[in-house]
């Protein structure tokens, strides 16, 4: 009967059909946001997303920035947003943040249509090969058959949806590739086959769910033990977008009188949670060697991705025989030292709270008090490191670090920090002091690269009604000018603070900098751009930024109001190599000098 039906339909309505039940069942499944790229053969998935009443369709004329918009998207609300090409090398350029969704673990589903088997390696044009085109970056990659009426491949099409969208969502989090290959015509007809409503039921064709990693205290009596007899430990907190994990590892450290290590993109360094022990200096004062020895730790328990800092992992190399317990609620292994002892998989939020009901009940009453001299150690030198700091950054003149203690006194409550990769990330981390104020941090930490950041930053802005402030260097704002046409197609908001040093800043922190002869033509880039002219194209607000009253009114204004403006802070390469060591060396001094009596 089936096959009759489907013999009886045209080929629109056999499109319409399968991948209109697709559709249907992706929004069904909770993927309610599409990023789509203009081309012919992605017809069909193009017009039935637009058509769709659950599904927002965002449009954009480059993949590349498209595919960064949409991790974006999917990074701010923690669930999958599709992304759509046409054939060929439209495909190709979904790659770049392909590969930061998977190490990431940001779920993306992947769209790519394509030529039918009959056209595929006989010269027909914009025909590439697009089976597994991502490689071992995607956690599922299918095929997808010929589009077919028949009920089972409706069926087909509905579970397929389902399994995508939970397949990118569960578990450990990530991208998943599905490659359509279509025949001509490429218009789907709505009047005929299956319309994409038609199923009764409003919940997914197949529910799809899976149990966290919940360990039972019980199982964490051993280790909860072992912890309460280890007086000299550490609890390093790396990136992770967990809301409710914060109070659970800040809990956990109080219980057992452990300093709390928080890399800002952990969300543990700003929040209306407890912090007297959450350290955020870390960066500066480890890297005094004298100082690292001394605060060697017995236990370290490691959430969260790597951290940012290198002074943090240099840290934990040096003291590499102490028991070091990384926790991974998913499939990975974040040790890049391999100075791991254990691995523990679980989830990061349940595991402190097992533990915490797992120790003995001494614990729960004297865990700072009976400490006191290990973490009140850590919390002076924090304490003293950041006066240091602050102190040394209050001179006058435009800086990079700066930027970032200026930008913890100014963002308001709500709002989300954006950090391009390369030195402002690293400079958050080292200058960004920890606060009250509720401030989620992100970064394209999964790669680390330095293309697609505005794109990824734009993407955030627009599922959030929060400001958005970004920080990003000139060449990673040079590698995705492009991404800024999003913020005027779909009239969004964000403010971005471009600190521009001609060049690539990070290249004369590194040994690469003695080499004079051809330093800066292979590494220093200079570009020359004024970017002026790219906000005047893209219809951007712009201030150049001449001193600090200038940069407050500047960001107060911006992140109070509609629209993107583009805030430029120059800087000098060397100069800011000089003011970075010079800031260490006040750092090393001041924790140095006794303090008065």
């Not at 030529?115 to 390696?121: A, G, N, S, V």
């Not at 579970?159 to 995508?164: N, Y």
């Not at 390369?422 to 400079?427: I, Q, T």
Request: proline share 7%.
């Amino acid at each position: 009967m089936g096959d009759q039906r489907q013999r009886r339909l045209t080929a629109g309505g056999v499109l319409h059909a399968f991948v209109g039940a697709f559709v249907d069942e992706l929004a069904r499944s909770g993927v309610v946001h599409a990023c789509v790229c203009p081309g012919s053969r992605s017809t069909p998935l193009a017009l039935l997303l637009r058509k769709h009443p659950g599904v927002k369709v965002w449009m954009h004329l480059d993949e590349r920035s498209a595919a960064f918009f949409a991790l974006g998207m999917a990074k701010a609300q923690r669930q999958p947003v599709a992304v759509l090409s046409t054939s060929g090398t439209a495909a190709v350029n979904f790659a770049p943040a392909v590969v930061e969704a998977y190490h990431a673990r940001v779920p993306l589903l992947v769209l790519t249509a394509d030529r039918p088997p009959e056209l595929r390696d006989v010269g027909a044009n914009q025909t590439i090969d697009q089976v597994r085109l991502y490689g071992s970056h995607v956690k599922w990659s299918v095929e997808v058959p010929l589009p077919e009426a028949s009920k089972e491949a409706i069926r087909y099409a509905r579970v397929l949806a389902c399994r995508a969208a939970a397949t990118a969502r569960d578990g450990q989090p990530g991208p998943v590739h599905l490659n359509f290959p279509f025949r001509e015509p490429l218009v789907p007809t709505g009047e005929e086959g299956e319309p994409a409503g038609a199923r009764e039921k409003r919940l997914p064709y197949v529910s799809i769910s899976e149990a966290p990693r919940r360990p039972a205290p019980a199982e964490l009596a051993p280790l909860a033990a072992e912890l309460r007899s280890r007086p000299r430990g550490v609890i390093v907190c790396g990136p992770q977008d967990d809301p409710a994990f914060p109070t659970a590892a800040v809990r956990l450290g109080e219980a057992l009188g452990y300093p709390v290590l928080a890399d800002p993109l952990s969300q543990v360094r700003c929040g209306p949670h407890h912090r007297r022990l959450v350290i955020d200096s870390y960066d500066a004062f480890l890297r005094d060697a004298e100082l690292a020895e001394e605060l060697a730790p017995d236990v370290v328990l490691r959430f969260g991705a790597t951290p940012t800092s290198k002074a943090l992992l240099q840290y934990l190399e040096r003291h590499a025989r102490s028991r070091q317990i990384l926790v991974d609620g998913g499939d990975g292994w974040s040790d890049p030292d391999l100075v791991a002892s254990d691995l523990l998989r679980a989830d990061a939020r349940s595991l402190c709270e097992a533990l915490l009901a797992a120790l003995p009940s001494p614990a729960r009453s004297d865990g700072v008090t009976g400490r006191s001299g290990w973490v009140e150690r850590w919390v002076r030198t924090g304490q003293g490191t950041r006066a240091a700091l602050q102190e040394r950054l209050a001179e006058p003149g435009l800086s990079e670090p700066r930027v970032f203690s200026e930008l913890a006194e100014l963002l308001p409550d709500g709002a989300t920090l954006f950090a391009g990769n390369s030195m402002p990330v690293r400079d958050l981390d080292a200058f960004f002091p920890g606060g009250g104020r509720r401030v989620r941090f992100l970064a394209n930490r999964g790669a680390s690269g330095i293309d697609g950041v505005v794109s990824a930053a734009l993407g955030v802005s627009a599922v959030s009604e929060e400001p958005l402030v970004l920080v990003l260097g000139d060449l990673s704002f040079y590698h995705d000018m492009n991404g800024l046409l999003a913020a005027k197609r779909h009239d969004l908001s964000a403010t971005i603070v471009l600190l521009n040093n001609d060049g690539g800043g990070i290249f004369s922190f590194l040994p690469q900098a003695d080499e004079l002869e051809h330093f800066e033509e292979l590494f220093g880039t200079p570009h020359g751009l004024d970017v002026r002219h790219v906000a005047e194209l893209y219809g951007l607000d712009y201030r150049m930024i001449d001193g600090w009253a200038t940069f407050r009114s500047a960001v107060r204004e911006s992140t109070a109001s509609r629209g993107v403006t583009l805030l430029e802070v120059r800087t000098d390469r060397r100069a800011n190599v000089a003011l970075h060591r010079d800031l260490w060396a006040a750092v090393s001094e001041a924790l140095r000098t006794p303090a008065p009596s």
